[in-house]
């Protein structure tokens, strides 16, 4: 009987993370699989830009793959994913906020808000993230709803 149980709670916990995978799969911004356009995540907290990384640092995390531009920057993910990672699964912030759309970004558009890194969307004329410093607190709830309503 023990043995079934934990039979059981193994298959649970294989379901849950494969179903989690795969809705992280589908739902996030990725190119090929690849997170952020390749931009290491961890360099947006450290050195406050934009940073290329590469794939002799890369990391797969639930299906989704991040470059980091050192070795030392991939350990920090590792220590703490969910702090790297991008909001929204890494599209354009606004948008899931005005439109309750995923829209691609700009790598090099970007904000960290209460020690989370939100993406933009940029081109030479329209640059979302001064639409989002203008409304940020509605815009943000806005997508903070649409994100948990599609990353189920």
Not at 46 to 58: F, I, R
Not at 74 to 84: H, S, W
Request: hydrophobic share 40%; aromatic share 18%.
């Amino acid at each position: 009987m023990k043995s079934l149980l934990i039979f059981s709670i193994s298959i649970l916990f294989a379901t849950v993370a494969f179903s989690q995978t795969g809705t992280r799969t589908k739902q996030f911004n990725l190119s090929g699989g690849l997170a952020i356009q390749g931009y290491d995540p961890v360099a947006y907290f450290t050195q406050n830009k934009a940073v290329k990384g590469s794939a002799q640092h890369a990391a797969t995390v639930e299906g989704v793959t991040y470059y980091f531009a050192s070795a030392a920057n991939k350990d920090l993910f590792y220590k703490n994913t969910k702090k790297y990672e991008p909001q929204y699964g890494g599209w354009c912030a606004y948008a899931m906020g005005a439109t309750n759309s995923k829209v691609e970004i700009d790598p090099a558009t970007f904000k960290i808000v209460d020690g989370k890194l939100y993406l933009f969307f940029h081109t030479w004329y329209n640059n979302t993230l001064t639409k989002w410093n203008a409304d940020e607190g509605a815009l943000k709830s806005k997508a903070d709803n649409y994100w948990q309503s599609i990353f189920k």
